[in-house]
């Protein structure tokens, strides 16, 4: 078994965990940083009343407490599922090296958990989306985003 298996293992146990305990759907992740795991998770959408509470979401946090860090460079993340929108932008916010997965989304629809209209929406035009995106009071906040560029004691990210 090589290294990348061994810690694929490790996240569909986690999936199975989790979904046997009744936290929320088959989905588990491990982040790893020079072959040890920083970060564990798995989905508790269903039990935290949390929708972002995918297991990724879960890792990416566990991980970055165990860091004390807001980044994971030099990480990779390993999913027993393909990455719904929110989680591989998550994964990307986070900056991991690397991702791994066991199941694909066509695996996840077959079950019920199928992402096929956000990514649809992703690509229409705002007017067009099913929930009404609506921008106003962009004048007053704009001027926060103006403080922001010139503020010199900030941490860039």
Known sequence: MT????FMQEAIALS???M???EGGPFGCVIVKDD????????KVTSLNDPTAHAEVVAIRDACKSLNAFQLEDCEVYTSC???P????????ARAKKIYFA?????AAAIGFDDTMIYE???????ERKIPITSIAREEAIKVFEEWKIKGDKTLY
Do not use: S, T
């Open 3 to 6: 290294r990348e298996e061994k």
């Open 16 to 18: 199975k965990k989790g």
């Open 20 to 22: 046997e305990a009744g």
């Open 36 to 43: 040890e795991i920083i970060g564990r998770g798995n989905n």
């Open 82 to 84: 393909e990455p719904c």
């Open 86 to 93: 929110m989680c591989l932008g998550a994964i990307y916010w």
């Open 103 to 107: 199941n694909n989304r066509q695996d």
């Open 121 to 127: 929406e992703m690509n229409k035009p705002l007017n």
